[in-house]
């Protein structure tokens, strides 16, 4: 699973950033996630297949994390994409873009579907043959969700040893591989465990922005392997990141501490910050394992880091 | 007067263009003609004080002239701006960027003023100390208007010695500069253009796009000195400008040439060719003082221009 950072900014183009939007790659799955203004300009410049995307996410309808959408479709449908395109969102982005449309008098030449959410507690909403995908409840002041991106479990590696020390048929390895244990032919059981290999641990990403710390986000996360949670602030301006319904670095890291995870990547930073050096200073006082996301760069979701 | 390309393509982000928009600065005025997606940044790569701007002008509704106006007002919102802005455009304009707002919750610092305007005839809707703003009446299926710039009448300088030689006071000094003749004591008239230098040509700049080739657009940009014409395709195309109300570059340098036009700068192209020679050789055959439009150039209205 792959991450590419589209956009870490805040408030707007500033400091060289761009608006908030990711790349999320498994598999044959191509996601993206918020479309800031400016998103389409990002994917050209990293090369991304854009034209594979069936799913869109979106946190909230703050502008800074919608403005790009409109650009994007009316770009699909001039490509004449017949495909449809499937919207994840809170309640109101199908209103949203139709209203844009209609001032506009765009015809999108394919269909959407909106699936429109809530942020009271945490729903699967998507399954791919790989993946699925949650809604993580944010704290933004308006309706708000984080997206996590897991793994589903894949079928068990059965020790090669396994298969003729019990001579297993087919359809005994396939339930083997689906993690049954094995009856003997003298009521013997053979617990799954000693037949298979231990299962690879299931690989996932959590996007969370724009939130307030929240310890329903640690929750919602719990044990994910890469993180990405928003810091618009230093310790220097927590009471306007209060203020705001934003985080600090160090909040951040606090929220990737309770919720154990693998590593944490901080963004959608505030323009009055030429570098991150003082987000990832606070944050690694209370979490070892961060950094602060760069534009451009794709992370490897559970990759284990390089000393930094 | 001076006009900064920031957008040159039709369709998108494409070959390294940006969308629709131009900055058109004039002494003490600062103004935003068309705002597609990515305005904003491109706004801050070149450096421009766009806190100054208080006129924006919109030819028309289409995304790829609009969508980045709403970022550029959320920005100013951000910033606390408190002077007015004043937005002229074809009718919805005001229901737009209302919509907009509504959908994502923006309440904006400053007060818009809306000035929405027809395509049936040239109508003057602005004037500054220096300058006055008209509308031309462009065809591209819904409402949609080019903008004309136009330095207004300066005072006329008097030539040194009229000034001893007749003896003038400082009210008929007043009234020769402002173009009046001189009666003499003894009832003969001075003819104005005896006393004064011949005055400066008036420059201008018109701003076309998007249309299809318009008689009605000569006419209204008659002796323009700076004519930024759309020449969204080559004549290998021009079926396809003919079906969507666009033009090829030749027939933009057709309605240069009706103008009587100084100059004219080709631009909007679409995003299937790579480079603009084609447009500028076949608008050549028609019209020589072409050039395609680049990025990212400061073009001086009304300047000599070098052999090219």
Known sequence: MWVRILG???????????????????????????????????????QLPVDRVNQIFITHLHGDHVFGLFGLLTSYSLKGRQRPIQLYSPP???????????????????????????????????????LEVSTVPLRHGTCCVGWLFREKPRPLNIRPESIEQYGLTF?????????????????????????????????SYAYCSDTAPSEAVAEAVCGVSLLYHEATFTDEHIEEAAAALHSTARQAAEVARTAQAGKLLLGHFSGRYAD??????????????????VEGVEYAVGEPTEAV
Chains 1, 2 share one sequence.
């Open 171 to 203: 359809e005994q390895i396939r339930a083997v591989k689906a993690g049954a244990d094995l009856t003997l032919p003298d009521g013997r059981v053979v617990a799954n465990g000693a037949l298979t290999l231990p299962p690879k641990p299931l690989l």
């Open 8 to 46: 870490n900014s805040s408030g707007g183009p500033f400091q060289g950033r761009h608006y908030s939007a990711q790349w999320v790659h498994n598999q044959r799955d191509y996601f993206l996630v918020d479309c800031g203004e400016g998103t389409q300009e990002q994917l050209y410049r990293y």
């Open 92 to 130: 109101g982005l199908s209103a949203f873009i139709q209203d844009v449309a209609r001032h506009c008098g765009i015809r999108f030449s394919f269909p959407m579907e909106f699936i429109e959410v809530g942020d009271e507690r945490p729903e699967k909403v998507f399954e791919s043959e790989t």
């Open 276 to 293: 991150t050096e003082q987000h990832v200073r606070q944050a690694r006082e209370v979490f070892p394992n961060v950094e602060a996301a």
